[in-house]
């Protein structure tokens, strides 16, 4: 089935939260809300021990769910990984691929990132592909080359169909976790060179069904500013995603930004 950008898609990553008990009664709080957010697609992306225990609570919802990392072997002697097929069998629908802290401490490239992204897809499983650049990046005046760089090499060798079910996050690494949003028109600038280089790459109809997240220090208060933007399909929500408050405002919020868009 190839994605496409008619909701706002709203994904909280946990990253390094929640024992099981915690993400059950989190996954039970948002399922409780989900009728008002129908108007959204909703996924939750909670640590490895979770995913099964959250995936049997949320049998029935239209909440769906995601892993933070992916390996790209299906099996064999590779200590500590995980791949596609245990991936889909723990309930997950979608995989995040490259999320910048895992470029940062876990030594990941564009070049396992493409391996990823072409693991998941065989399963199928849609990635998630954080790309974004460093504050030293930005003041340099180097965010669309990097951007332009990741994209290149990160979907290197993968075709239009592949393009249809792959969503792409980005996700300036320095607004990442401190409290420093991009503003709604820095965050649409690269947004909108990103489906211009998808409709150079795959064409129009491809681009233009394309989600494109936004990431970073997304809070209920900010929501709304960066939905509103043309090229915007979406939040990547870490610490916000952690209640299930401040997770259903974000939800809400896109909601009604879609709306008026
Ligand atoms: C993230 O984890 O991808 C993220 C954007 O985190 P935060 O919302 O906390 O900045």
Not at 83 to 102: F, N, T, W
Not at 123 to 143: D, F, W
Not at 153 to 169: C, F, P, R
Request: aromatic letters at 6%; hydrophobic letters at 40%; charged letters at 25%.
């Amino acid at each position: 089935m190839n994605i496409d950008n008619q909701k706002p898609f709203i994904a909280g990553n946990w990253k390094l939260h929640k024992t099981i008990p915690a993400a059950i009664e989190l996954v039970k709080a948002l399922d409780e809300a989900i009728m008002e957010l129908a108007d959204a697609e909703i996924v939750v992306i909670p640590p490895f021990t979770a995913l099964s225990e959250v995936g049997k609570t949320l049998q029935g919802s239209t909440i769906k769910i995601g892993a933070q990392n992916i390996f790209w072997e299906e099996k064999g002697a590779f200590t500590g990984e995980v791949s596609a097929p245990m991936l889909k069998d723990a309930g997950c629908q979608y995989a995040v691929i490259g999320h910048s802290e895992r470029r940062q401490f876990f030594g990941e490239t564009d070049e396992t990132v493409n391996k990823k992204i072409k693991a998941a897809l065989t399963h199928a499983l849609t990635p998630i592909v954080c790309i974004g650049e460093s504050l030293e990046e930005r003041e340099k005046g180097e965010t669309i080359d990097k951007v332009d760089s990741q994209i290149k090499a990160g979907l290197d060798g993968l075709g239009k169909e592949e393009m249809s079910e792959i969503i792409i996050a980005y996700e300036p690494i320095w607004a990442i976790g401190t409290g420093l949003t991009a503003t709604p028109a820095q965050a649409e600038e690269v947004h909108s060179f990103i489906r211009e280089k998808l409709t150079e790459k795959y064409g129009n109809e491809t681009a233009t069904c394309a989600i494109i997240l936004y990431g970073g220090s997304v809070k209920p208060d900010n929501t709304y500013s960066l939905l509103k933007e043309q090229n915007i399909n979406g939040a990547l929500v870490g610490g916000a995603s952690l209640e299930a408050d401040s997770f259903i405002q974000i939800a809400k919020e896109s909601i009604k930004a879609y709306k008026e868009k």
